[in-house]
Structures are given as structure tokens and as C-alpha cells.
T-cell receptor, first 110, second 114 residues
Framework: DAKTTQPPSMDCAEGRAANLPCNHSTISGNEYVYWYRQIHSQGPQYIIHGLKNNETNEMASLIITEDRKSSTLILPHATLRDTAVYYCIVSSSGYDKVIFGPGTSLSVIP | EAEVAQSPRYKITEKSQAVAFWCDPISGHATLYWYRQILGQGPELLVQFQDESVVDDSQLPKDRFSAERLKGVDSTLKIQPAELGDSAMYLC????????????FGPGTRLTVL
């Protein structure tokens, strides 16, 4: 089973911020939080990752709670091209299996 | 920007036939992954290579699936014989090192078994 839980679907108005939550209550100290997204019929695309500090790049921001049991991916100004399935996974070094859950299907609405 | 290449993009075959998929990872990436993705689900890891060695194939149905990465560069995933339940997207990904590294995915091969 996946180590994360995400809502199955969300809607967001175009131009508004999309906030995608992820629970990872059993995360261990050496596990990173990764976010990927998959646009229909394409391979998943890396978005961002973090360990315990908040992270920002040109695509998104990642907010990780202080206890690291949950995180939020923020797309600051959602566009129609952000419509995709977003996956939150936790991964550590070594050979723990990387497990993708069903993700959150984000629909950006005009 | 370097990309993971996969071929073919689409494959239609009849059950009991053999199929093969090819993946060329990003140059310099030591780790290569094969995933299977059933419609509506997240990708499921089938096999992971570190250079030419298999480090995880616990979810690979070894009675019909095989994977190789002979020179530690490109890789082939084979199914023989194909079954109806094998219809899925087969994704290849690569990363510079181990699982903490970002994985870069190819476009996938869509397999339909009739």
C-alpha cells in the first residue's frame, strides 16, 4: 500500500491557486516527499521534492508541516494545462519500494 | 533537455504472442525503472536496475515477464506469452542514482492485448 493518502479529485478555477494536500503520517526521518504529475496519456513529470523545509521552484511550492506528517503542493496560478493527476510519494535512500497511490485528479476550470 | 526514450509508443498484440519494449534512459543515469500502469491507477514498479544489476524485481511476474539491461545503458522488457490482463501502459524511468533521486519518465508504451 502507498504510504500517502490524497483526495481522489479536486477542482480549481483558472488563475487561482491550487492547493493539493497529502497525508504521510508514517513518514520516517530519512524519507523525502516527492510530487509528480501525469497529464493524460503521458509519463509522470517531476514537480518538486523536500525533506523538512518548504521548497519553491518555477513550477510550484511545497509546504511540509513541522511534524512532517502532511504536506501541501501549491500551484500559485493554475492554468488549464495544469489539469492532471498529481501524485505525492515518500521515498528514502536504500531499497524501500517507491509506491504510487491513485493520486489526486485536478481539474482546472475556465 | 535530455529525455527518456521508449519504443514503440503503441503496441497491439494477440494473447499468447510475445512483445518487447525498449527504453533508453538519460545519459549517465545509473538507475532504471520499469513500471506498469493500469488505467485509473498509479504506476506500479515492476523492476529496478542499478547499472546492469537487478536490485528489485519483487513485483515482476517472472513466469512471463523478463527484463534486461545488459550493458547498463538501455533496457528491454519482454512479455511472453501476453495475456489479456497485461493491457496497460508500460513506463520506463531513470534517475542519476538511488531512489532519493528524481525519476525522469519516458512517454510510455500503451499495450493492448486482444
Amino acid at each position: 500500500d502507498a504510504k500517502t493518502t490524497q483526495p481522489p479529485s479536486m477542482d480549481c478555477a483558472e488563475g487561482r491557486a491550487a492547493n493539493l494536500p497529502c497525508n504521510h503520517s508514517t513518514i520516517s526521518g530519512n524519507e523525502y516527499v516527492y510530487w509528480y504529475r501525469q497529464i493524460h496519456s503521458q509519463g509522470p513529470q517531476y514537480i518538486i521534492h523536500g525533506l523538512k523545509n518548504n521548497e519553491t521552484n518555477e513550477m510550484a511550492s511545497l509546504i511540509i508541516t513541522e511534524d512532517r506528517k502532511s504536506s501541501t503542493l501549491i500551484l500559485p496560478h493554475a492554468t488549464l494545462r495544469d489539469t492532471a493527476v498529481y501524485y505525492c510519494i515518500v521515498s528514502s535512500s536504500g531499497y524501500d519500494k517507491v509506491i504510487f497511490g491513485p493520486g489526486t485528479s485536478l481539474s482546472v476550470i475556465p | 533537455e535530455a529525455e527518456v526514450a521508449q519504443s514503440p509508443r503503441y503496441k497491439i498484440t494477440e494473447k499468447s504472442q510475445a512483445v518487447a519494449f525498449w527504453c533508453d534512459p538519460i545519459s549517465g543515469h545509473a538507475t532504471l525503472y520499469w513500471y506498469r500502469q493500469i488505467l485509473g491507477q498509479g504506476p506500479e514498479l515492476l523492476v529496478q536496475f542499478q547499472d546492469e544489476s537487478v536490485v528489485d524485481d519483487s513485483q515482476l511476474p517472472k513466469d512471463r515477464f523478463s527484463a534486461e539491461r545488459l550493458k547498463g545503458v538501455d533496457s528491454t522488457l519482454k512479455i511472453q506469452p501476453a495475456e489479456l490482463g497485461d493491457s496497460a501502459m508500460y513506463l520506463c524511468a531513470s534517475s542519476f542514482a538511488a531512489r532519493t533521486d528524481t525519476q525522469y519518465f519516458g512517454p510510455g508504451t500503451r499495450l493492448t492485448v486482444l
